[in-house]
Structures are given as C-alpha cells and as structure tokens.
C-alpha cells in the first residue's frame, strides 16, 4: 500500500526525542481530519440558518421561500422543480415550536442540526410540536404530533409538489411559538434578498471557526463526548472564544484540505455496498445513510460524511422507499471510463424507455465544487419527464450536456467551463424495477 506515512528515528524501540514534536503535529492533524468529516453535517445547517437570517431576514416564526433558480441556488444539490420553504429554529430561544400542517401535496420534515431526522411532514397535515432539550412535552391532545430534537437548533423544510398549488399551501402554514399560541405574530413568507449565498461547507480555518460557533450553540450528546474531546485539544471549547495559535491555525487549515479531499473522494467515489445499483454502470445509489445515522447499531460516520458533503437532510421516504412510493436517488459523477464529468465538455445520456417512476422522473446537474447549481448562463439545470422532452423512436430519451446549445433541437443542459459536475436521477415514487435494478442506466459519454 503507496500510502505516503512520515518517518521517525527511534531510541531503544520509542520515537526519539528530536521526533516527538513532529509526531504530536501528525496526530493533531489526523484527529482534525476526522474532526472536520465528523462535523460536516452541522457546519452545512449553520451556513444555511445564517441564510435564513442575514439574507431572508427571517425569524423564527417566518418561512424563507427558494422558488427561482437563483433563489434556491446556495442549497446543497436542490432539485429545480418544486419551490423550497425553509423555516430554522432555535428552540432554546423560543422554547417549544408549533408547526401548524395545511393538508396537500407537500412533503417534508423537521431535521435537528445533526441532520437526524426528526419528524416526517407530508400531505395528511396536521399539527406538529418539537420541544428541544430539557423542555417538557405540552399536552394538546391526541390530535398533536409531539417531537423532540436532541439539538437546540432545527430546520423544517417543505417542499409543494404540485406547483399550482404552492401559493395557497404556503399561506396556510403556520410557525409559532408554544408560548405564544393564542396570539402569536403572523407567519410571513419572505424571499433572499438577492445576496449571492452558498450553504457548502466553507474552505480553510473559516470551516472549524464555523464549527466552534455552532458547537458553542448546543449541548454534547453522549455519543459526541470523543469528538468534544478532540475538538477541545483543537481549541473549540463552548465556554472559551475560538483563538488558536499559529500551530494549530496551520494544522487546522492543512486538515480542512485533506477532510474536505476524503470527503470528496468518499461521496464522488462510493464504495460503500449499499451504493451500487448496477455492476455495468458508474451510477450509484447517492443516499446511503440512514435517518438516524446508525445501521445494525452502528454509527454511518463515512456515510454520513458523504451524503452530507453534497447534499442537505434525509427522510425515511428517501432512506427507503417502497414501490409507488418515497423517492429514489441515483448519481454519477464520471464518464463511462471513470473521468470526472468536464464542464467545459460535451457529453450525452441515453435514458431509457419507461423510467421507474409512478409519479415522474428528473436528471439535474449540479457543480461538484459547490454542489450546488451551476452558475450557466441559461440559468437551467434540470430535464424531467413533465417536460416536452424529444424522444427517440424506442421511447428513450438522449439527453446532452455541455457548454454549448448543439445546432439541432435536443434536450440539453448547459454546464460551466473549467468546473467539474455531476447529476441526479431522481424517480418520484419509484417502480420495482428500480428496486430489482432490472432497468439498466447508460452511463454519461463523451459526445462523439
């Protein structure tokens, strides 16, 4: 194995003494490695509540809304069709939280800030109370759907399937207050102000300060008292301000380079055995953690740094399906021979006929270095099976990729020169074919 390991001279068997100060910084900057894949999901809702409040100017009680491409651009890998509704909560400030469900076509859920799922919000409706550490479940009744967050900290974010509807659903949704319940302030809906945001996780030191800032914010749960530990050896201690000397600054900065490397390597190259979907294909299954982040009792750390690096929370209707029903996810982000995607490079896919969606099917492309939306100048990313799409003769759709509109009528996304991408299938209530992995999917190719 060419893994490249410092070396050391020894004395007696025992690392020699001109050595040791090496050998603390190597150790530091392993655990910064893993301290930086570990908080990967809460850096990610951070950014994103900071969107929430400083470009949506929105409260607690309000609702940011992400309809247009350049609104929703700063999330991690949105899907362009249906309008996003994003509500973020502190619930040590606010104390228990009523969300007041108008019935129809949403979907949804409250996530803590670890991104564990907390409470599914789909079209039945309905009233919903989180309480958060410490706080005592209120008695509504048996009609009340009572959840609790580990975190102070949550996030509900709907989305309106039908988009003729979305004006009237929106309006009817209520955010307020426990405490304020019988006069609460109104719930308005408010849209980004136009400031060019990005929920990703920041480069460099900017991430751990990011860090610090959110951990100062929450309590340590038991299964976190290791990873408190090193973060506290790092600097990052709730009660102390965030000011590491220039060792740490350098070994911290070197640590958000290489975790942010494992965690591109990790989520662009899935090797997990959950991910496959077909051995003739580079597509992957792109959701491989579960909702609460544990599988047969064991922690997802290298699954839930993946998922996390590119994308934002996760319901059981993602985590598993069924046939007819939830969603299911497929991703590539390399050409047929294992090259990533080239935004400056035309490609083509070829998808077959009869998709396995009961509802409707989409490919979306997303900048790998973001992950996000590319910033292509037709402000369009997305092709899905409720577009008049060109069809070829045997059903299947062709779909092209690149830089360039091609001369002839085609069904094309643009992509972004010099940037890196990759794309999504999604199959809205996917068919047992997907689950039987009985309907193949090409890979994308270079176009010829």
Same mark, same amino acid.
């Given at each position: 194995?060419?893994?490249?390991?410092?070396?050391?001279?020894?004395?007696?068997?025992?690392?020699?003494?001109?050595?040791?100060?090496?050998?603390?910084?190597?150790?530091?900057? #392993?655990?910064?490695?893993?301290?930086?894949?570990?908080?990967?999901?809460?850096?990610?809702?951070?950014?994103?509540?900071?969107?929430?409040?400083?470009?949506?100017?929105? $409260?607690?009680?309000?609702?940011?809304?992400?309809?247009?491409?350049?609104?929703? /651009?700063?999330?991690?890998?949105?899907?362009?069709?249906?309008?996003? @509704?994003?509500?973020?909560?502190?619930?040590?400030?606010?104390?228990?939280?009523?969300?007041?469900?108008?019935?129809?076509?949403?979907?949804?859920?409250?996530?803590?800030?670890? #991104?564990?799922?907390?409470? =599914?919000?789909?079209?039945?409706?309905?009233?919903?109370?989180?309480?958060?550490?410490?706080?005592?479940?209120?008695?509504?009744?048996?009609?009340?759907?009572?959840?609790?967050?580990?975190?102070?900290?949550?996030?509900?974010?709907?989305?309106?399937?039908?988009?003729?509807?979305?004006?009237?659903?929106?309006?009817?949704?209520?955010?307020? $207050?426990? =405490?304020?319940?019988?006069?609460?302030?109104?719930?308005?809906?408010?849209?980004?102000?136009?400031?060019?945001?990005? #929920?990703?996780?920041?480069?460099?030191?900017?991430?751990?300060?990011?860090?610090?800032?959110?951990?100062?914010?929450?309590?340590?749960?038991?299964?976190?008292?290791?990873?408190?530990?090193?973060?506290?050896?790092?600097?990052?201690?709730?009660?102390?301000?965030?000011?590491?000397?220039?060792?740490?600054?350098?070994?911290?900065?070197?640590?958000?380079?290489?975790?942010?490397?494992?965690?591109?390597?990790?989520?662009?190259?899935?090797?997990?055995?959950?991910?496959?979907?077909?051995?003739?294909? $580079?597509?992957?299954?792109?959701?491989?953690?579960?909702?609460?982040?544990?599988?047969?009792?064991?922690?997802?750390?290298?699954? $839930?740094?993946?998922?996390? @690096?590119?994308?934002?929370?996760?319901?059981?209707?993602?985590?598993?399906?069924?046939?007819?029903?939830?969603?299911?996810?497929?991703?590539?982000?390399?050409?047929?021979?294992?090259?990533?995607?080239?935004?400056?490079?035309?490609?083509?896919?070829?998808? +077959?006929?009869?998709?396995?969606?009961?509802?409707?099917? &989409?490919?979306?492309?997303?900048?790998?270095?973001?992950?996000?939306?590319?910033?292509?100048?037709? #402000?369009?990313?997305?092709? &899905?099976?409720?577009?008049?799409?060109?069809?070829? +003769?045997?059903?299947?759709?062709?779909?092209?990729?690149?830089?360039?509109?091609?001369?002839?009528?085609?069904?094309?996304?643009?992509?972004?020169?010099? /940037?890196?991408?990759?794309?999504?299938?999604?199959?809205?209530?996917?068919?047992?074919?997907?689950?039987?992995?009985?309907?193949?999917? +090409?890979?994308?190719?270079?176009?010829?």
């Amino acid at each position: 194995m060419d893994v490249p390991v410092p070396r050391w001279d020894t004395v007696l068997g025992l690392p020699a003494p001109q050595n040791l100060d090496d050998l603390y910084d190597l150790r530091d900057l #392993q655990a910064a490695c893993l301290l930086y894949q570990w908080g990967l999901p809460i850096v990610a809702m951070a950014r994103l509540e900071r969107a929430v409040r400083e470009v949506v100017h929105a $409260r607690a009680e309000d609702v940011g809304a992400f309809v247009t491409y350049a609104e929703r /651009r700063g999330i991690l890998t949105p899907n362009t069709i249906t309008p996003y @509704y994003i509500t973020c909560v502190d619930l040590s400030v606010t104390g228990p939280i009523i969300l007041d469900v108008p019935d129809g076509p949403i979907a949804g859920g409250v996530t803590d800030f670890w #991104q564990r799922h907390i409470t =599914d919000i789909g079209p039945d409706g309905g009233r919903h109370v989180v309480t958060g550490p410490g706080h005592s479940p209120p008695d509504l009744g048996t009609d009340v759907r009572v959840a609790e967050s580990r975190t102070n900290n949550i996030m509900c974010g709907l989305r309106i399937l039908t988009p003729d509807a979305d004006g009237d659903l929106i309006r009817r949704f209520r955010v307020r $207050r426990f =405490d304020q319940r019988d006069d609460p302030p109104p719930t308005r809906v408010l849209h980004p102000d136009g400031t060019t945001w990005f #929920q990703a996780q920041p480069a460099g030191l900017d991430y751990f300060r990011e860090l610090a800032a959110i951990l100062a914010r929450e309590p340590v749960e038991e299964r976190d008292r290791f990873f408190a530990g090193i973060a506290a050896t790092l600097g990052i201690r709730r009660e102390r301000p965030f000011e590491p000397g220039e060792r740490v600054q350098e070994i911290l900065t070197e640590a958000a380079r290489l975790g942010e490397a494992f965690a591109q390597a990790t989520a662009y190259a899935k090797r997990f055995p959950t991910a496959t979907y077909r051995p003739d294909s $580079r597509w992957t299954r792109v959701a491989n953690v579960e909702p609460s982040h544990v599988r047969d009792g064991l922690g997802q750390f290298f699954e $839930r740094a993946a998922w996390f @690096y590119e994308a934002t929370g996760m319901s059981e209707g993602m985590a598993h399906p069924t046939p007819g029903s939830g969603q299911g996810y497929l991703g590539t982000y390399t050409d047929g021979d294992g090259d990533w995607l080239d935004g400056g490079r035309a490609y083509t896919l070829r998808v +077959p006929a009869d998709p396995p969606a009961r509802q409707f099917w &989409s490919v979306c492309v997303y900048d790998a270095l973001d992950r996000t939306l590319p910033g292509n100048p037709s #402000q369009h990313a997305e092709l &899905s099976s409720r577009d008049a799409l060109v069809t070829q +003769p045997d059903g299947s759709v062709i779909i092209h990729f690149g830089p360039d509109r091609p001369a002839h009528r085609v069904n094309w996304i643009q992509t972004v020169p010099g /940037r890196p991408w990759f794309a999504y299938l999604r199959l809205y209530a996917p068919t047992e074919p997907y689950f039987d992995r009985t309907w193949p999917l +090409p890979d994308i190719e270079p176009a010829h």
